[in-house]
């Protein structure tokens, strides 16, 4: 495998491992009801996602370029890798609209008393 391509794989898995640390604090925020933190490591990991989707983008554009690439496991890991924690990004965003849904509503009808 060529240097290039281990390279972007690693950045790839570092940077989607960075965002997965940052949706899991956000998980424990919303179980610890901390809405605003949990937004905050939600928009960290968003920025880390986006990195490393940029790395892998830039890889594929590059091979459609006609850059010649041979095959490599480790980047095929890296991109499942991206794309399972994007999916855990995508849930966890959802779970803070749920949650953050909820707790309105439990305000709401807290204050009917």
Do not use: P, V
Request: some cysteine.
């Amino acid at each position: 495998m060529d240097e290039k391509t281990l390279e972007s794989a690693m950045s790839i898995i570092m940077n989607a491992g960075d965002a997965r640390l940052l949706c899991k604090e956000a998980l424990t925020a919303i179980a610890d009801q901390d809405f605003i933190l949990a937004n905050e490591k939600m928009k960290d990991a968003q920025k880390k996602i986006t990195e490393a989707h940029r790395i892998q983008t830039d890889a594929i554009q590059g091979e459609t370029r006609g850059e010649k690439t041979e095959y490599s496991l480790i980047f095929a890991h890296a991109q499942d890798t991206l794309m399972t924690i994007y999916s855990e990004i995508n849930i966890a965003k959802q779970m803070i609209k749920i949650f953050e849904s909820w707790e309105k509503r439990l305000k709401r009808l807290e204050n009917q008393e």
